[in-house]
């Protein structure tokens, strides 16, 4: 990807709903420390990965989070479990970014690192996953007993949403072309089911169609004769009015 385009990516995945970041110049415009996990090359460059996951423990800032990356040449159960015994307490958590040539049923090798886990005392280690993961897949992992996904190809190639913009007012003259829908409007939501309604601009509210509750309009000025004239949200808090709206969301409806 150009490296200019990683800044917009980042900010635009933060305030979808993602935790973190990881190029710095979009943790900065998000506001965030920027986060990663160790990458192969690290476990490569030392040809063993006990060797590889000491030394990032020995150099990271403590505040770091211990997050052994679990799958470069062995089992990925195996490798957990010389990651939980070479860290023990310090181990916060595993990263399985098996390739999809090697990962037969993913979830059910969650569930064995899992359990191999468990039963040996590393109940406090994390399960992260990543490589091809979307949000159909993150269900069933998460289920298996995933704890904390890395997405990449799914948020930065995500299906676009085509729409337009077309003059359909001038001077309070009805002019939209052919196919579009005069007038300036006013889009109506149901705050309880995100149902949109959109009306002439002087109609009065409308009640939600599905549930009768009462809508807002969601249309604010924010330029004005060249003037910025909205008090423009913090990347935080547009993250938060996604999220609150997400809860109301099934995987089926984001997916559309
Ligand atoms: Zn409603």
Redesign the pocket.
């Known amino acids: 990807m150009h490296p200019a385009l990683c800044p917009m990516l980042d900010r635009a995945a933060y305030i979808g709903g993602l935790d973190g970041v990881s190029s710095l110049k979009g943790a900065k415009a998000v506001g965030v420390k920027p986060t990663g996990t160790m990458p192969h090359a690290l476990i490569i460059a030392f040809e063993d990965q006990v060797k590889a996951w000491e030394a990032f423990d020995e150099v990271m800032a403590p505040d770091v989070p211990r997050i052994a990356l679990v799958d470069t040449y062995s089992d990925e159960k195996m490798e957990a479990i010389m990651a939980a015994e070479a860290l023990k307490d310090r181990l916060d958590g595993v990263r399985l970014d098996t390739p999809g040539s090697r990962k037969g049923d993913f979830a059910e090798i969650i569930r064995e690192v899992r359990w191999e886990l468990d039963i040996r005392g590393f109940q406090h280690v994390k399960i992260l996953v990543s490589g091809g993961l979307d949000e159909k897949r993150i269900r069933v992992l998460s289920e298996a007993g995933a704890d904390a996904f890395g997405v990449g190809t799914a948020v930065s190639n995500a299906p676009t949403l085509n729409f337009a913009m077309d003059i359909v007012e001038l001077e309070g003259r009805l002019t939209a072309k052919r196919g579009k829908l005069g007038g300036k409007k006013q889009v109506w939501r ?6 949109d309604t959109v009306l002439p601009f002087k109609a009065l509210p409308p009640q ?6 009462k ?1 807002e309009p969601m249309l604010k000025p924010l330029v004005k004769e060249g003037e910025i004239v909205a008090k423009l949200p913090k990347p935080k808090e547009i993250r938060e009015y996604v999220l609150k709206q997400v809860e109301r969301l099934s995987v089926e409806d984001i997916s559309h």
Do not use: A, E, F, I
Not at 208 to 213: A, E, G, I, L, Q
């Open positions: 149901c705050p309880k089911c995100l149902v939600c169609p599905t549930c009768r509750s809508t």
